[in-house]
């Protein structure tokens, strides 16, 4: 699992989507620094659920689940790391309220976390894993404008992924350029 340069590209793209929807350069700067720590809460996942090849059984499930609050418990209340902590906890938070941990829907989701859930669902589908094959970036962008049996369109703030259509050319760039400086 190449998990540094997952963390890093998710940063990457969520500050180019937070240009691109007209944020301030801090905004662009914190979400580009802090997106990074979206997964962190997984140190506190056991290894075999993480690891595991096929579907997670709905209690492992609910185990998953937990890691983002884990994350914003790691990450703490340090004023410096509040966007962090939002993005650890919300970003499997859904438009449509059928995300996760609170089931919060549409602007009540932080918009940091919008933004760095489609960027994390784009490089996971970039990505092969134990327990899936890994698209092309034709493929990833499919998946996520028209949806499949776990991700639906309707899953996205609408604004943030009509911007994601937009940048996904420079988004297949950029995921080609970090997986080759990583393989250097």
Same mark, same amino acid.
């Given at each position: 699992?190449?998990?540094?340069?997952?963390?890093?590209? $998710?940063g990457?793209? !969520?500050?180019?989507?937070?240009?691109?929807?007209?944020?301030?350069?801090?905004? %662009?700067?914190?979400i580009? +620094?802090? &997106?990074?720590?979206?997964? $962190?809460?997984?140190?506190?996942?056991? +290894? @075999?659920?993480?690891?595991?090849?096929?579907?997670?059984?709905?209690?492992?499930?609910d185990?998953?689940?937990?890691?983002? +609050?884990?994350?914003?418990m790691?990450?703490?209340?340090?004023? @410096?790391?509040?966007?962090?902590?939002?993005? !650890?906890?919300?970003?499997?938070?859904?438009?449509?309220?059928?995300?996760?941990?609170?089931?919060?829907?549409?602007?009540?989701?932080?918009?940091? !976390?919008?933004?760095?859930?489609?960027?994390?669902?784009? /490089?996971?589908?970039?990505? +092969?894993? =134990?327990?899936?094959?890994?698209?092309?970036?034709?493929? &990833?962008?499919?998946? %996520?404008?028209?949806?499949? /049996?776990?991700?639906?369109p309707?899953?996205?703030?609408?604004?943030?992924?009509? !911007?994601? =259509?937009?940048?996904?050319?420079?988004? /297949?760039?950029?995921?080609?350029?970090?997986?080759?400086?990583?393989?250097?």
């Open positions: 699992i190449d998990t540094g340069n997952h963390i890093m590209r $998710v990457e793209y !969520a500050g180019l989507l937070a240009r691109e929807l007209g944020q301030s350069e801090k905004f %662009i700067e914190l580009r +620094s802090q &997106a990074t720590l979206h997964d $962190v809460g997984k140190v506190h996942i056991p +290894s @075999h659920i993480l690891k595991k090849p096929g579907r997670l059984t709905p209690k492992e499930m185990e998953m689940r937990q890691h983002t +609050s884990f994350g914003a790691i990450i703490g209340d340090h004023p @410096h790391l509040e966007f962090g902590r939002r993005i !650890a906890l919300c970003h499997h938070e859904r438009w449509d309220g059928t995300g996760y941990p609170k089931g919060l829907k549409g602007e009540e989701i932080p918009l940091e !976390a919008r933004i760095v859930s489609i960027c994390d669902c784009y /490089d996971a589908l970039r990505n +092969s894993r =134990v327990y899936k094959p890994n698209y092309d970036h034709d493929g &990833a962008v499919g998946i %996520i404008t028209k949806g499949d /049996d776990r991700m639906k309707e899953h996205f703030d609408p604004e943030v992924l009509t !911007a994601f =259509v937009k940048l996904a050319p420079v988004f /297949d760039e950029l995921y080609l350029k970090m997986r080759d400086e990583e393989k250097t």
